[in-house]
């Protein structure tokens, strides 16, 4: 959420960093901003809008040369979109750009405000602008003041300043807020997020909470709470350039749901051995599994989501109980943890505030946590007693496709190691799941992406509809919540998911002529009562689209067009749908013309709560 990037050394500062910000940009993109040391000192251009608006307004101000720049990309809390409330924000003799919220700004506000300091902008950014700048008034002196003044703030920051009087110089510090150093052949260079590197380098530290970084043209250093300076340890990311790069795909989310048979494999075969589900390169051995007697899953969207098919999975296979809770939540009505309770929280990006608190909160009450995470490195990954990476590499779009479908898969593995573990399945069935998921589901998959015309000519009714109601029964009432929420968040059209026995219980009643109903059937078992409940929508004029088997008995009679799906394992068939309903999503935003990959009021790592 938000995105920076600086860079200091030999090159142009300003090509670098507009090029940075343009990968940043599904952070947020509301406004955009850079400030450049240039001979007349920090100028700083910023606007509402997207990089496009700020690279006209560099034109115009004359701004393309400098050695040293920060800039930030922004989706706005204090403060709607607007050129004032844009960053890099100035006070006095500092400049800089923020992610993260100062929840106590408005103490800090008065404190300044009483002291006659005024302020331009709603942003609380600008206040911690204001707070360092006194500090750095009473001290001259970047690190002082830097520390000075956080230790005032309460809530998650990261930040990169310059210095009126340390030309040359980009200082960063960060709390709850993730920040990157890199270097780079001719510099160094901040940003929010790796993937805003790759065009530079590959070379990489992560600063930690409460290290303060002073980068210079030739330098890195690093000051810990102890105020011993020393060099960052450099590392080399698996990550390339093309990771972050649509090659060929119109946007990254077609590239990252085409992404999805590899990512499962990268995510999967780690974790098998001699064909038997192992955790051990992960560090988590299978007398582990053998204490799990309840598993609390957490996570946000779609992450809650994967949860709710991997619950499912993990009560059937594992016998285990396993409940999916929204992490916002999870603090406020906390479930009731027995002896061999594991708390997991899934999360993407690895940084989502409200999935990050839950498991502090977890953590706190005493309870052992696992994290399933995508973005390797990142708070929740580090701060969780055991980490289980998905490997489905950089995710660009905001709506997740790749990232949901690995940790689903993931899922389906610690499932079978607990059942396996436990001795509730054979070695038998604990291979045979092992491949359905590593070796079916990639394949159907694949199947699935070769029917994108015939999805795409079904779109062509939904685009132009308001309202869209998903059902399904068991494992696919959860896959309609994941489906009706990337329809939701992309197209912007209504899509409500409720379990198919549920609909007349009240909402049948919304059901008109040619309403859309996307009923999923995945499960054989359940096949008749789902066909029932789509006879029931359709006597009341419902358009339905049935997903289901294609061993299904006579689905074209039961509806008005059908997706048939392959049936060679539970997981072959889950994972298909899934393909299904995302190119269906898709391919209805692209029919509207939305703006797929940043969807309006979104941002891609959300780290407020
Ligand atoms: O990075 P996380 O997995 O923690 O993100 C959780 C949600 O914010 C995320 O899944 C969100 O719902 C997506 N936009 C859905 O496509």
């Known amino acids: 959420m938000c995105g920076i990037i600086g860079y200091t050394g030999s090159a142009n500062a300003i090509p670098k960093i507009t090029k940075g910000l343009s990968v940043l940009e599904y952070r947020g993109y509301d406004s955009v901003g850079i400030a ?32 040293c720049a920060i800039g930030h990309t922004r989706w706005a809390t204090h403060g709607g979109p607007s050129d004032t409330n844009a960053h890099p924000h100035r006070a006095g003799r500092v400049v800089l750009v923020h992610n993260g919220i100062i929840e106590n700004y408005k103490e800090l506000k008065e404190m300044l405000s009483r002291a006659k300091v005024s302020f331009l902008s709603e942003t609380d950014t600008e206040v911690a602008a204001a707070v360092l700048n006194a500090a750095y008034d009473a001290c001259n002196d970047p690190l002082t003041a830097i520390r000075t003044a956080t230790a005032q703030m309460t809530g998650s920051y990261a930040f990169g300043i310059l210095f009126d009087d340390h030309p040359g110089e980009v200082w960063a510090i960060r709390s709850g807020s993730p920040l990157i150093l890199a270097k780079g052949e001719d510099g160094f260079y901040l940003a929010s997020d790796m993937t805003a590197l790759l065009p530079f380098t590959r070379e990489y530290h992560i600063l930690k909470e409460g290290e303060i970084a002073r980068l210079t043209a030739t330098e890195a250093a690093l000051c810990g709470a102890a105020d011993a300076w ?12 093309e990771s972050a790069q649509k090659s060929g795909f119109e946007h990254f989310m077609l590239k990252e749901i085409h992404e999805q048979p590899e990512a499962i494999v990268k995510s999967v075969s780690p974790r098998i051995k001699n ?17 799990v007697k309840n598993i609390q899953i957490v996570a946000c969207g779609s992450a ?19 409940a999916s809770y929204i992490a916002s939540e999870y603090r406020y009505h906390p479930p009731i943890a027995v002896d061999g309770t594991l708390v997991v929280v899934i999360s993407q990006s690895g940084e ?50 790749k990232g949901y479908c690995t940790q689903v ?28 998921v590593a070796e079916d589901a990639p394949t159907a998959i694949t199947e699935m992406l070769e029917k994108t015309e015939t999805l795409r000519e079904m779109s062509k009714r939904l685009a132009q509809k308001d309202h869209v109601f998903y059902i399904g029964r068991g494992l696919d009432y959860a896959m309609s919540q994941e489906a009706a929420l990337k329809l939701k968040e992309i197209s912007y059209i209504h899509a409500e998911a409720y379990a198919a026995g549920e609909l007349k219980h009240g909402t049948i009643s919304l059901i008109e002529q040619d309403t859309p109903v996307l009923a999923i059937s995945t499960e ?18 419902a358009y339905v689209i049935l997903i289901c088997r294609q061993d299904a008995r006579d689905p074209g009679h039961s509806a008005d067009e059908v997706i048939l799906l392959p049936t060679k394992s539970e997981a072959a068939t889950l994972f298909a749908s899934l393909t299904a309903v995302q190119l269906l999503a898709y391919e209805t935003a692209a029919l509207r013309g939305c703006d797929i990959d940043r969807p309006r009021n979104l941002a891609k790592s959300v780290t407020v709560e």
Not at 53 to 67: D, G, I, M, N, P
Not at 277 to 285: C, H, L, N, Q
Not at 412 to 425: D, E, K, Q, T
């Open 524 to 541: 054989e078992a359940l096949y008749d009562k789902t066909e029932s409940n789509v006879r029931e929508v359709r006597s009341r004029g």
């Open 230 to 241: 020393c060099s960052p340890t450099w590392s080399i990311t698996s990550m390339t350039p």
């Open 409 to 436: 898969s993931v899922l389906y593995m610690i499932a079978a190691a607990i059942a396996h573990a436990c001795g509730r399945i054979s070695d038998e069935e604990a291979r045979e799941l092992v491949r359905s």
């Open 36 to 67: 450049a040391r240039t001979e007349l000192g920090v100028k700083t251009v910023k606007c509402k809008g997207r990089i496009g608006a700020l690279e006209e307004r560099l034109t115009q101000q004359k701004l393309s040369e400098s050695q």
């Open 304 to 322: 809650t989501h994967a949860g709710l098919v991997g619950g499912s999975v993990l009560e059937r296979v594992a016998k285990v109980p396993a």
């Open 352 to 401: 989502t505030a409200d999935t990050l608190a839950a498991l502090r909160y977890a953590k706190s009450a005493g309870l052992p946590t696992l994290a399933i995470v995508n973005a390797v490195e990142t708070t929740i990954a580090r701060e969780a007693d055991y980490r289980v990476y998905t490997y489905a590499g950089p995710e660009i779009a905001v709506a997740t496709t």
């Open 275 to 291: 064909g038997l589900p192992s955790f051990e390169a992960d560090g988590i051995s299978s007398d582990f599994w053998k204490q």
